[in-house]
């Protein structure tokens, strides 16, 4: 069974600029869920989504943005990029969603991410 | 908010060293606790997870404990390889929060032939 994937793996941007990046969860799991990772604030929440709707969304900018496909691929999309933004992206699958509120957890699994540098 | 505190690293140790890695937790609710492992330019793999107070969780020769009463998930292991070389992450699943996971800030572990 295939993994996570997510493309491209580097990337390189100026600051002003736009980025899209691409997440493909394991093949039957319906959420996607999008960290950033920096070695000053380590790794961080973006967003998730589940069914095509975002079901949770950390504390980011507008700039970040997100979307699921029918297919349950996803992608973010940062606009007018930092130099802040430079990190890894890093983008987790699991076999479902999960209610606020509901015990339990669904196993999550990474992809190998994706490293932005802007300039 | 819910938060996650672990030591930090570096931890060297010599092959065969005893590892313990802290890790405490600030959560509302019952949550999963979960330790990933993260390789030189590679994304997270869990390691292992507790889902209940006293659960053990356990994978290759790792170990942790779910302590409730001393809101802890230290992280063990009686005999480190060279390969074990890697960042680790204590991270929690709060009840109310979805499939959101809030990580500690890594300890990375270095051990030396």
């Known amino acids: 069974k295939a993994g996570v994937t997510q493309t491209p793996r580097y990337l390189i941007k100026t600051r002003g600029q736009q980025v899209t990046l691409s997440c493909s969860p394991i093949?039957?799991?319906?959420?996607v869920s999008w960290y950033q990772q920096t070695p000053g604030q380590g790794l961080q929440f973006l967003f998730e989504?589940?069914?095509?709707?975002?079901?949770n969304k950390g504390n980011f900018p507008g700039r970040f943005s997100g979307r699921q496909f029918s297919n349950s691929r996803s992608e973010m999309n940062v606009s007018t990029l930092e130099l802040g933004d430079s990190a890894l992206y890093l983008c987790?699958?699991?076999?479902?969603?999960?209610?606020?509120?509901?015990?339990?957890?669904?196993?999550?699994?990474f992809g190998p991410g994706t490293r932005l540098t802007v300039l | 908010g819910d938060s996650v505190t672990q030591m930090e690293g570096p931890v060297t140790l010599s092959e065969e060293a005893f590892l313990t890695i802290n890790c405490t937790y600030t959560?509302?609710?019952?949550?999963?606790l979960f330790w990933y492992v993260q390789y030189p330019g590679e994304g997270l793999q869990l390691l292992l997870k507790?889902?209940?107070?006293?659960d053990k969780g356990s994978n290759k020769g790792f170990e942790a404990t779910y302590r409730k009463e001393t809101t802890s998930f230290h992280l063990e292991k009686g005999s480190v390889q060279v390969s074990d070389s890697a960042v680790y992450f204590c991270?929690?699943?709060?009840?109310?929060?979805?499939?959101?996971?809030?990580f500690g800030g890594g300890t990375r572990l270095m051990v030396k032939p």
């Open positions: 991270a929690l699943s709060a009840g109310n929060a979805g499939n959101m996971l809030t």
């Open positions: 989504y589940f069914s095509e709707t975002q079901r």
């Open positions: 093949s039957g799991h319906r959420s």
């Open positions: 987790a699958s699991s076999l479902a969603g999960q209610r606020m509120g509901q015990r339990g957890y669904n196993e999550q699994f």
């Open positions: 959560a509302t609710g019952y949550p999963s």
């Open positions: 507790a889902t209940k107070a006293d």
